[in-house]
């Protein structure tokens, strides 16, 4: 087990609506980075952060937010919900170049 | 253009075989390169580092080539529990990782 945990594991939600979904790191990781996996495709990198500050962003719209707390837990926004949307979210921490991955929340709008 | 491209396969092999993935990337100035696995359904899993010496771990052999652009996983002897998504991933900087989308492999009795 890497140590990272994520909740809720699964979730359902209607379009338009709002989601947070949140994860905690393994112990002594200061980095948290958070991926969008569709099926059959490769994890997409949302963003990442850095002690609390954002630290990189991949290609995805402003409605797509996060926040690191001193603990270096993390939580992932996601506004105005879209069908696609529908994907597992995927939490990793990291302290130097390897990253370890949470168990993923899969999220499913409607 | 995608950062990182694999052969999605499937590739489907009998137990003891030698099966290889390959992997190419478009940006020269990545920094580091991995090879993670994924069950289904599952999350991905760090297999291995990537070095430009190569790097052997049992039955698993990674090498890279910077100067082709290209990552490669060898797995020898292949056994059931083998059977899974394999991941390619490169990171730029500041630690983003760029996945390819995966190569299905299943070992077959």
Same mark, same amino acid.
């Given at each position: 087990?890497?140590?990272?945990?994520?909740?809720?594991?699964?979730?359902?939600?209607?379009?338009?609506?709002?989601?947070?979904?949140?994860?905690?790191?393994?112990?002594?990781?200061?980095?948290?980075?958070?991926?969008?996996?569709?099926?059959?495709?490769?994890?997409?990198?949302?963003?990442?952060?850095?002690?609390?500050?954002?630290?990189?962003?991949?290609?995805?719209?402003?409605?797509?937010?996060?926040?690191?707390?001193?603990?270096?837990?993390?939580?992932?926004?996601?506004?105005?919900?879209?069908?696609?949307?529908?994907?597992?979210?995927?939490?990793?921490?990291s302290?130097?170049?390897?990253?370890?991955?949470?168990?993923?929340?899969?999220?499913?709008?409607? | 253009?995608?950062?990182?491209?694999?052969?999605?396969?499937?590739?489907?092999?009998?137990e003891?075989?030698?099966?290889?993935?390959?992997?190419?990337?478009?940006?020269?100035?990545?920094? /580091?390169?991995?090879?993670?696995?994924?069950?289904?359904?599952?999350?991905?899993?760090? @297999?291995m580092? #990537?070095?430009?010496? *190569? %790097?052997?771990?049992?039955?698993?052999?990674?090498?890279?080539?910077?100067?082709?652009?290209?990552? /490669?996983?060898?797995?020898?002897d292949?056994?059931?529990?083998?059977?899974?998504?394999? @991941?390619?991933? #490169?990171?730029?900087? *500041? %630690?983003?990782?760029?996945?390819?989308?995966?190569?299905?492999?299943?070992?077959?009795?």
């Open positions: 087990e890497t140590g990272v945990t994520q909740s809720p594991t699964h979730l359902i939600k209607t379009r338009g609506q709002q989601v947070t979904l949140r994860c905690s790191s393994q112990s002594g990781h200061n980095t948290v980075s958070w991926y969008q996996q569709a099926l059959g495709q490769g994890p997409q990198f949302i963003f990442q952060y850095y002690r609390e500050e954002e630290n990189g962003r991949g290609n995805f719209p402003p409605r797509f937010s996060g926040l690191q707390f001193p603990n270096y837990s993390s939580e992932l926004n996601v506004n105005a919900l879209e069908l696609d949307d529908s994907a597992l979210y995927l939490c990793a921490s302290h130097g170049d390897e990253q370890y991955f949470g168990p993923g929340t899969r999220l499913t709008v409607t | 253009r995608k950062e990182v491209e694999q052969d999605p396969g499937p590739f489907n092999v009998p003891g075989a030698t099966v290889a993935f390959n992997c190419t990337y478009s940006n020269s100035a990545s920094q /580091s390169f991995f090879w993670y696995r994924q069950d289904c359904r599952k999350e991905p899993k760090l @297999l580092s #990537v070095y430009s010496s *190569g %790097n052997e771990d049992g039955r698993f052999t990674a090498q890279l080539n910077r100067a082709s652009q290209y990552i /490669s996983l060898l797995i020898r292949s056994k059931l529990s083998d059977s899974a998504t394999y @991941l390619c991933v #490169v990171t730029l900087t *500041g %630690n983003q990782f760029y996945f390819g989308t995966g190569t299905s492999l299943t070992v077959i009795p």
